[in-house]
């Protein structure tokens, strides 16, 4: 962790904020979380950017963070309450603006904030939540015998979706899955061979153009009697192959929840000779070789899959999506860090998958970890804490901090290490890293006399008299003759209850040896 960097380069991303130059201000806070993850302003700015570049998901993680490392920061419970609002969780929203305004009543962005979220909630909904027009469509399909079986195909589902988002995509699909002319049919009572006849747009004879024409009276017309019902349309070829291709990965499936891996390979081959054209059924033979611990099949076959996507149209960015996933979880198996967190960024280019970001910080931190735990050396953290008692004798106090700092990273076990960074700082005046680095002393070795004496000075440096009086104490408890904690309990004492010495200039005069 290292502050004093952090603000160093958090200052280059308010610059870029101001610029509205977003994608910088990321990369730059980006930078100073990894220098210090602890302050919860760097995860408000990023979000703030990311909302700002409309990457909602990823303001609201970065806010969700804000929030967590301070409860009390009702600027953080804005963030959040935005992103959750153009994510469309309007009730989330209202919740957040709700908590944020309990700490700052008078916010007028958490205000208004609040309305606009309980104006959408009180807007009309359709039943399916989805736009009128689209669920009347569902319906109608889900009605109709024969488009209601498609249902039961993801591909088909998958393929409806994007018309919905893309209305254009009907044409295309029609041409190549005849399926969707069916769609079209029941969706505008309409068939293909209408629509081709209406197509010159005639008026009918005698008829002004742009008059409606005359309606007869409406006669009650007879009951005619009902048509027999017509027969199920039969099965083509393929959607036989392709319902016993879903049929065998479903097998397939369970089996592989069985642990039965070699049986659901082949049940995947089955669905796969079926429907040669589905990377699903690929995608999950590398999910059985990742079980497996067969990592060059896992490599392959997510290969294999890409390139059948690529193939496709239109293309299936979830599946492309996905295979470079697994490949990033075959990396991360193998500690091959680097190599999986380029599989999870190419994945996450094809789709902002939410999971998908959570495999590339967990894959972060395990590599973080795995380097800090190959860069222990017991002996080389006792030769740079030397170091740093030397330049802590010649009073070059920063030179003695980065070699504390070195025999920390070598070996974080040594308490006494932490304490002579803790002097270090004390002596740069730098009071709040001092008391981080004393804590943790008092962490690894409770009984460590010196180290309460120490932070019993800072505290009464920072006039927090009671404290001090109980770090002098508890030293005390440990060596009953520790001299530093019995004048550093008397001097407070002494201040609590008169007009004492100037706690300053105690301290500053106060000239601690490094532990050997």
């Known amino acids: 962790m290292d502050k004093e960097k952090a603000k160093e380069i958090s200052a280059k991303a308010k610059e870029a904020f101001g610029s509205k130059d977003y994608a910088t201000a990321i990369k730059h806070y980006t930078e100073a979380i990894a220098c210090d993850p602890t302050d919860h302003i760097f995860f408000s700015n990023r979000s703030a950017c990311y909302a700002n570049l409309e990457q909602y998901e990823d303001a609201l993680d970065d806010a969700i963070k804000c929030v967590e490392l301070k409860p009390d920061f009702a600027r953080g419970y804005g963030r959040k309450g935005l992103a959750e609002f153009y994510l469309g969780k309007y009730e989330e929203a209202q919740k957040t603006y709700e908590a944020g305004l309990k700490l700052d009543p008078d916010n007028q962005q958490l205000k208004q904030g609040l309305e606009r979220a309980k104006e959408r909630l009180n807007e009309p909904k359709n039943p399916g939540g989805m736009p009128a027009e689209y669920q009347e469509m569902l319906n109608k399909l889900l009605s109709d015998p024969v488009t209601k079986q498609y249902f039961n195909d993801p591909d088909f589902r998958n393929k409806l979706q994007m018309c919905m988002t893309n209305p254009q995509l009907l044409m295309s699909f029609m041409s190549s899955d005849p399926r969707f002319s069916k769609v079209f049919e029941v969706i505008t009572g309409m068939s293909m061979n209408d629509l081709m006849k209406g197509a010159g747009g005639e008026m009918p004879q005698g008829q002004p153009q742009g008059q409606p024409q005359p309606q007869p009276e409406p006669q009650e017309a007879p009951k005619a009697p009902e048509p027999p019902k017509a027969p199920?349309?039969?099965?083509?070829?393929?959607?036989?192959?392709?319902?016993?291709?879903?049929?065998?990965?479903?097998?397939?499936?369970?089996e592989y929840k069985k642990k039965n891996f070699e049986?659901?390979?082949?049940?995947?081959?089955?669905?796969?000779?079926?429907?040669?054209?589905?990377?699903?059924?690929?995608?999950?033979?590398a999910s059985v070789y990742l079980s497996m611990g067969k990592f060059e099949e896992c490599f392959t076959a997510c290969d294999d899959a890409i390139k059948l996507a690529d193939e496709l149209m239109p293309r299936p960015f979830d599946k492309i999506a996905k295979a470079y996933a697994r490949k990033g979880n075959c990396y991360t198996q193998m500690k091959k860090w680097d190599e999986a967190l380029e599989m999870y960024d190419k994945s996450l280019?094809?789709?902002?998958?939410?999971?998908?970001?959570?495999?590339?910080?967990?894959?972060?931190?395990?590599?973080?970890?795995?380097?800090?735990?190959?860069?222990?050396?017991?002996?080389?953290?006792?030769?740079?804490?030397?170091?740093?008692?030397?330049?802590?004798?010649?009073?070059?106090?920063?030179?003695?901090?980065?070699?504390?700092?070195?025999?920390?990273?070598?070996?974080?076990?040594?308490a006494a290490v932490f304490l002579n960074r803790a002097l270090s700082m004390m002596k740069v005046l730098d009071y709040e890293r001092a008391l981080e680095d004393i804590d943790m002393a008092l962490k690894l070795d409770p009984k460590y006399a010196k180290a309460y004496a120490k932070r019993g000075n800072i505290h009464y440096f920072l006039k927090k008299y009671h404290k001090a009086v109980e770090d002098y104490n508890n030293g005390l408890a440990i060596d009953p003759n520790n001299q530093e904690c019995l004048e550093g309990r008397q001097k407070t004492q002494t201040a609590i209850y008169s007009s004492g010495p100037d706690p300053c200039t105690c301290l500053l005069y106060t000239s601690p040896s490094p532990r050997d």
């Open 232 to 254: 199920p349309e039969p099965e083509t070829p393929e959607q036989i192959a392709k319902r016993e291709a879903e049929e065998a990965k479903a097998k397939g499936n369970k």
């Open 263 to 285: 049986e659901a390979l082949k049940l995947y081959d089955k669905a796969l000779s079926l429907n040669p054209k589905e990377p699903v059924y690929i995608l999950n033979k």
């Open 349 to 414: 280019l094809e789709v902002n998958d939410h999971a998908v970001k959570e495999a590339k910080r967990n894959c972060e931190s395990l590599k973080k970890a795995d380097e800090a735990e190959k860069y222990l050396d017991p002996e080389k953290a006792e030769e740079a804490k030397e170091r740093g008692n030397k330049f802590y004798r010649d009073g070059n106090f920063v030179e003695a901090i980065k070699e504390y700092t070195e025999s920390i990273k070598r070996n974080p076990k040594v």
